[in-house]
């Protein structure tokens, strides 16, 4: 089953520091990946995406994500951490329906607690 | 900036009684899902809806769920006859016609449902 997978239940990074949250993927073909977050009472709020192209790929928020087809993985980076970022990070990925729509298949999620 | 808005944000409800959830997607989108989250647990796709039809729906989205757009702006979900493990966090989502392929659609901030 095409899947993704998200090691972390929670990252904790002091602010100003760079952080990363980690996402690894199982697809056939080539993978339509995505990353979400979601702040307390809100949805989920698109970051990024990765189609094709160069590996690293920026988004919002100041966030980017390297995509690493050996490895398997597409984890989530910011230089620089900030209190607000503290939030739920969900990774996802496209799959294709027999009936030819999409869905995305999420990750459990990783809670980020940035830390003054 | 356009958003996807549901009402209510959060409702308490009887084991065995009907609950509708209510979406407005975004005016100029013509696809639209449902997810959900149980607490702690990883997003799920329920189902998807495309000219007026269902399109695909996961095996969660059984007899007790339907959904419907019953006057081409409002998306409702209505679940039957409402179990305890129905509580969850619903999202819904909407993609317009030239975003079909999902890459990065809008969701809202969710209903969260509690069955007592």
């Known amino acids: 089953a095409q899947s993704v997978a998200q090691p972390e239940d929670q990252v904790n990074v002091a602010e100003g520091n760079p952080l990363t949250v980690k996402c690894t993927y199982s697809?056939?073909?080539?993978?339509?990946l995505f990353w979400y977050v979601q702040y307390p009472n809100r949805g989920l709020q698109f970051l990024l995406k990765?189609?094709?192209?160069?590996?690293l790929v920026k988004g919002s928020y100041g966030f980017e994500a390297e995509f690493n087809k050996s490895q398997t993985s597409f984890h989530l980076k910011k230089p620089s951490a900030l209190v607000s970022d503290s939030a739920l990070y969900f990774c996802?990925?496209?799959?294709?329906?027999?009936?030819?729509?999409?869905?995305?298949?999420f990750g459990t999620g990783t809670r980020l607690l940035v830390s003054p | 900036e356009p958003e996807v808005t549901q009402t209510p944000s959060h409702q308490v409800t009887q084991m065995g009684q009907e609950v509708i959830l209510r979406c407005v997607p975004i005016?100029?989108?013509?696809?639209f899902y449902w997810y959900r989250q149980i607490l702690g647990q990883k997003v799920e796709f329920l189902v998807s809806?495309?000219?007026?039809?269902?399109?695909?729906k996961s095996e969660i989205f059984d007899d007790q769920f339907s959904v419907e757009r019953p006057d081409g702006s409002n998306f409702t979900l209505k679940i039957r006859s409402t179990k305890l493990e129905d509580s969850a966090m619903y999202f819904c989502?909407?993609?317009?016609?030239?975003?079909?392929?999902?890459?990065?659609?809008?969701f809202g901030s969710g209903t969260r449902l509690t069955v007592v």
């Open positions: 809806f495309y000219n007026n039809e269902i399109s695909e």
């Open positions: 697809v056939s073909g080539n993978p339509y």
């Open positions: 996802a990925v496209r799959v294709s329906m027999n009936t030819g729509f999409q869905k995305l298949v």
């Open positions: 989502a909407s993609s317009p016609r030239e975003d079909r392929r999902h890459y990065g659609y809008t």
């Open positions: 990765y189609i094709t192209g160069d590996n």
């Open positions: 005016s100029n989108h013509l696809y």
